[in-house]
């Protein structure tokens, strides 16, 4: 997917200019991935070039299997996915691994791909726009905030970034360069601060300046302490209060490394502040994002960005087919 | 779905208990469910098809088909099994026989390796050593600014020259630093990919200029299979001395331990299991797998309580327990002791039976909650905590008034804490249970 195809709400003219720029970015962002793919000791490529000369028989199925385990696609996905693709097999008459291949990917994408494509964009129609982050500690919402704020700039948007983590030490600090280095506007709390307030500060800032995307950063919590969700879903409260129908977007953050938790992760996030997407990060390490296909697949939320490394323009939209490729062939994410 | 690993393993195994002797398709059946659990619980399925393999050769044998109890003999196997796997033993850091001692954080980014620093220096503080932290974290935005905030917070000497500062020559002088102002350096590194090859090259030169004595993987313990391959390829490139297993108070099963372990073959060091700098601790795999089986981290638990409850205190609490004079006086008194040992979750995730948040969910384990039961007691005269029967209608709503709750919260409390001394009364010559009674101002 294209970045001008990932937003509702974004004018024509940004839209055409960013789409000449995609071009020309794109190839060299293939040739980076593939550089650190191929850095990585065992693609998912090599372990199928080792398994799927075979005859498709019961051990290559055992292969398969563990193919989406190690991908972190989880248990009760990874069932789901061999039942369907054994049915496409039988269907089809595939005999080869190339074919195989091309069903598994074909099977995943569909399982990652919303009813809907729309549900899919990132919705910035509203002025302000709100979009909220959330997530576990350590996964890259501030990153991924920066990120999204220069891709913003880019498409002629104002955001305004708030800075409502109070808790975690320097983190107000990190949203700031971040801030400096994108040009964009940014309204921070005291450190141990009431978040939520903070928040009606940020909101009431965009309001009076025209901003029109407000990014809301908030404190990396695990789904399990009590009283940080309790907090969070007053920051929510707070939004959805001053601003009707926003937080336009509740973003989760998740780090592609991450095991079946990720699930939990979502389901209790998702019930605390109704995520309508995930951003999964640090793609351009070895790990898959895998459970990313559970979540969809389990709880029906979209995901809508990935991150796939440290430069300003390593955000991208997410693409179902693409993304079911890169994990379970070894190419890239593009 | 959420099964928790030591349901699913008690599943297996009940199923076995029922039999007298162990065919080998029951074996089978407990395997399979085994090996299910443990891809579920995120352990890497190389590893798991060589545990479960161990397993049930161990299970197959005599010793278990020719003893009178096979089904304890397999939860046995695979409690032995898996305390194997995670190594025997506690595991200890290596003091330099000239200090400083050095301490080299590595990890992928977020995994914790900023706060592990700081919580490590407090850990180490306690143990009356001097540590001092050194920032060569010159990548992230603010990482500097963060250690430098969490070394004022454990109040520990950090030596931080500045982002514009090359990391190797920071780690160097960061060492003659500590040599003055300390015994131990801890030195945070920035957050890399494994297959980032400048920044594994840069973190193979700050190795070479300060000889770290260890060198510490951060793995945050949600991570899933994608374990194997970073802790390999940081083993591969730096030589990893062992890991701090980061983020442990969540719900995540943790395989990530075992496959840590298991394929680098280093032992796990400590685990890090909250957001207050306090609730760091050294690793017992032993009771970690107890744990995983259910038996719950009762000896971990002791120990912390040991530790910061003070003995003679506890003991007259305990006699005025079991004569049911507790007052709320001592009420507070208790309470300020529970709360140094960490927050309620925590405390509550160590003990038996209460795995994970799935049995927790009626239980609210709100910290602020126990501010508001404080405030109540707060406004409380003394003679009222020493004498809670002359709380009538008016002395109630002064007291709601004076913690900011209401009348209903006053009552709730005072009703609460009568079934309590009721309950002490009806135990009074027994043991007494150290802690708070589960439920109570919850």
Not at chain 2, 266 to 291: Q, Y
Not at chain 2, 319 to 346: I, N, P, W
Request: glycine content about 8%; overall charge negative.
């Amino acid at each position: 997917m294209d970045w001008y195809d990932a937003f509702k709400g974004v004018s024509a003219e940004a839209e055409a200019a960013l789409a000449e720029e995609e071009r020309v970015e794109r190839s060299s962002l293939l040739r980076r991935l593939r550089d650190n793919l191929s850095k990585a000791r065992t693609t998912l490529r090599d372990h199928f070039r080792g398994i799927l000369f075979e005859r498709v028989d019961e051990s290559l199925w055992e292969q398969v299997e563990e193919a989406l385990i190690f991908a972190d696609v989880g248990v009760e996905a990874t069932v789901k996915i061999v039942a369907r693709l054994e049915a496409m097999a039988a269907e089809r008459n595939i005999g080869t691994r190339e074919e195989l291949l091309d069903a598994l990917a074909q099977v995943v994408s569909d399982m990652l791909r919303p009813a809907d494509p729309d549900r899919q964009r990132i919705d910035v129609s509203a002025t302000p726009a709100v979009i909220l982050f959330v997530g576990v500690n350590g996964t890259g919402k501030t990153t991924t905030i920066g990120k999204l704020a220069y891709r913003l700039k880019e498409l002629d948007k104002t955001p305004l970034m708030v800075a409502a983590d109070t808790f975690r030490a320097a983190a107000v600090e990190q949203l700031e360069q971040w801030a400096q280095r994108v040009a964009c506007d940014i309204v921070k709390g005291a450190p141990g601060s009431d978040p939520a307030s903070v928040v009606y500060d940020g909101l009431a800032a965009a309001r009076s300046r025209g901003r029109d995307v407000v990014l809301i950063d908030t404190a990396g919590r695990l789904h399990t302490q009590v009283n940080l969700m309790k907090e969070l879903e007053k920051v929510r409260r707070v939004v959805e209060k001053l601003i009707p129908g926003a937080p336009h977007e509740t973003l989760l953050v998740l780090d592609a490394t991450t095991g079946q938790n990720g699930l939990r992760q979502a389901e209790v996030f998702r019930e605390a502040v109704e995520v309508s997407g995930v951003v999964l990060t640090k793609l351009d390490g070895t790990a898959k994002g895998g459970i990313v296909v559970a979540i969809h697949e389990a709880l029906g939320i979209p995901i809508k960005l990935i991150g796939v490394g440290e430069r300003l323009d390593d955000l991208r939209p997410f693409d179902a087919d693409q993304f079911a490729r890169a994990v379970f062939s070894g190419e890239g994410v593009k | 779905m959420f099964e928790s690993l030591t349901e699913r393993l008690q599943e297996a195994l009940g199923e076995l208990r029922g039999h007298g002797k162990l065919s080998e398709s029951d074996i089978d059946k407990a395997m399979r469910e085994i090996r299910l659990a443990l891809l579920e619980a995120d352990v890497n399925f190389k590893v798991v098809r060589d545990f479960v393999a161990h397993v049930k050769e161990r299970a197959l044998g005599q010793e278990v088909i020719q003893s009178l109890t096979p089904a304890q003999q397999v939860v046995k196997i695979v409690n032995e099994e898996l305390t194997a796997l995670m190594g025997a033993g506690d595991s200890k850091l290596a003091f330099g026989s000239r200090p400083p001692t050095v301490i080299l954080m590595v990890g992928l980014q977020g995994s914790g390796k900023t706060t592990a620093c700081a919580k490590l220096a407090n850990w180490l503080k306690k143990d009356g050593k001097r540590p001092v932290l050194i920032a060569a974290d010159v990548y992230r935005p603010a990482a500097i600014d963060q250690l430098v905030t969490l070394a004022e917070r454990v109040a520990v000497p950090v030596f931080a020259p500045g982002a514009d500062v090359d990391p190797v020559e920071i780690a160097k002088r960061g060492i003659e630093f500590a040599r003055e102002k300390g015994d131990v350096a801890i030195i945070d590194t920035a957050g890399r990919l494994h297959i980032d090859e400048d920044l594994m090259e840069e973190l193979a030169r700050i190795r070479a200029a300060v000889k770290p004595h260890n060198i510490l993987l951060v793995v945050d313990a949600m991570t899933g299979q994608d374990a194997v391959n970073a802790a390999q390829e940081f083993r591969a490139r730096v030589d990893i001395d062992g890991v701090v297993l980061t983020k442990l108070d969540g719900d995540a099963r943790g395989g990530a331990a075992l496959s840590v372990r298991a394929v680098t073959g280093k032992p796990i060091k400590f685990v890090s299991t909250g957001e207050k700098l306090g609730e760091f601790d050294s690793f017992h795999p032993d009771r970690m797998a107890s744990r995983i089986l259910g038996m719950g981290d009762i000896l971990s638990l002791i120990e912390r309580a040991q530790e910061q409850i003070d003995e003679q205190q506890a003991a007259a609490m305990e006699e005025k327990l079991r004569r049911a004079e507790f007052t709320f006086e001592d009420f507070l008194v208790q309470m300020k002791q529970v709360r140094k040992m960490g927050s309620l979750s925590s405390i509550l995730g160590m003990l038996p039976g209460i795995p994970g948040a799935k049995q927790l969910k009626g239980v609210q384990l709100d910290d602020k909650q126990l501010d508001r039961v404080e405030a109540i007691v707060f406004s409380m005269t003394r003679e009222e905590r020493r004498h809670p029967e002359i709380i009538d209608g008016s002395r109630r709503q002064r007291i709601a008034r004076g913690s900011g709750s209401t009348v209903q919260d006053v009552n709730n409390l005072l009703k609460q804490f009568r079934e309590m001394q009721k309950l002490l009364r009806s135990m009074a010559g027994g043991k007494m249970p150290r802690f708070l009674p589960r439920g109570f101002g919850m």
